[in-house]
């Protein structure tokens, strides 16, 4: 439903976008991913037609863009810098779309119940927008960009002002709500755990470029890159040498899957694939700081050659700090990445 054709948009020199192909199918919900400047809403923004491509074209059911407003590229925004009227009430601001197309009034009201019923906000046509909490305006905004039945739906980081516990509840009700609508959605997120709590699909870019695509589950699974896997939260990754199922580290010997690429590579080593034994047992390390994640404690290891590691163990596995221990590897949680460029 939405094509990017070799988008490309420059600043200057610089191309915030660089040739961009990306594929978003009908009912399908794509997280766009990536650190700060790596072209995410210059994406978004190339969509949705505030910005003109450079080069390339975006085709929506196969019709090239070019040269058609935002009102009429039937598509619900929901971006940071389209607010609602704080001195409109909800009603108003949700029936905003309908009466831009011209709806007529009574239809306008039925909608905007359907709608406020469907985000969870059922009567609220008459409260004032700014006596809302953060979450029930973020449900407005939604209900506002869902109201004329957008072909496409694109949010902006959408939860990104909330607390983390109202997000991750939020989340779970949208990708809820996004499959019952069978809306195709594009979102765009610099917060990994909703990106994948959300996605079908997440898109990780860098640079302008897309660094990797690929189902939430690939993606953490095989990283594409020591880039992906380090923006993903993992920092165990070493240049390494493959030879079957070894790879030659700084650290020593890691056993790596059967089937892994061979030679020069990034070798990444997931935090819960390094165990903790003896000092005898495997590359010797001072335990560092231990930081307790709910239901297991991420351990920083300083070994006595090469990078500091991160391991995960159960919380009654957890070493004392500054004591010594002896790292070992399990191949089942070792990705060979390709070749650094
Ligand atoms: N109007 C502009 N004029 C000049 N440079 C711009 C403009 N808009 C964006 N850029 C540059 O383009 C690059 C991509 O910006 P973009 O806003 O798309 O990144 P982003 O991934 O959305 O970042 P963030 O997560 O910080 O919002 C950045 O280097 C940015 O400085």
Not at 50 to 61: A, F, I, S
Not at 83 to 107: E, I, K, T, Y
Not at 140 to 164: H, S, T
């Amino acid at each position: 439903m939405l094509t990017l054709e070799s988008a490309t948009v420059r600043f200057g020199a610089r191309a915030a976008l660089d040739a961009v192909d990306l594929e978003v199918a009908e009912h399908e919900t794509v997280c766009v991913l990536g650190p700060s400047g790596s072209g995410k809403s210059t994406l978004l923004r190339v969509v949705a037609g505030l910005h003109p491509p450079d080069g390339g074209r975006v085709l929506l059911d196969g019709a090239d863009q070019a040269g058609v407003p935002v009102h009429r590229r039937g598509l619900g925004l929901m971006f940071q810098d389209h607010q609602l009227f704080p001195h409109r009430d909800v009603g108003a601001n949700v029936a905003f779309g309908l009466r831009m197309r011209g709806v007529s009034r009574r239809d306008q009201e039925h909608r905007v119940g359907e709608l406020l019923d469907l985000v969870g906000l059922p009567g609220a046509e008459r409260r004032a927008v700014a006596a809302l909490s953060g979450g029930e305006q973020q449900r407005v905004a939604l209900a506002r960009a869902l109201a004329p039945r957008p072909k496409l739906l694109m949010l902006d980081e959408p939860l990104g002002q909330l607390d983390r516990g109202l997000r991750e509840r939020l989340v779970v009700e949208l990708r809820t709500l996004f499959g019952r609508l069978g809306t195709t959605v594009l979102a765009v997120t610099h917060d990994q755990g909703e990106a994948f709590a959300l996605a079908d699909r997440v898109v990780v870019m860098r640079d302008g470029r897309i660094a990797q695509v690929g189902t939430p589950l690939e993606v953490w699974r095989r990283p594409a890159s020591a880039f992906v896997a380090r923006f993903l939260g993992f920092d165990n990754v070493v240049g390494a040498t493959v030879a079957g199922t070894v790879a030659d580290t700084v650290w020593g010997e890691v056993p790596v899957p059967g089937g892994s690429p061979q030679g020069a590579c990034d070798l990444l080593v997931r935090p819960a694939g390094v165990r903790i034994g003896t000092p005898e047992e495997g590359l010797r390390c001072v335990v560092g700081t231990r930081t307790f994640r709910g239901n297991h404690v991420a351990v920083r290891l300083t070994p006595e050659r090469g990078p500091v590691l991160e391991a995960e163990c159960a919380l009654r596995d957890a070493p004392e700090e500054g004591t010594t221990v002896g790292a070992g590897f399990d191949a089942a949680e070792t990705v060979v990445l390709p070749a650094r460029p």
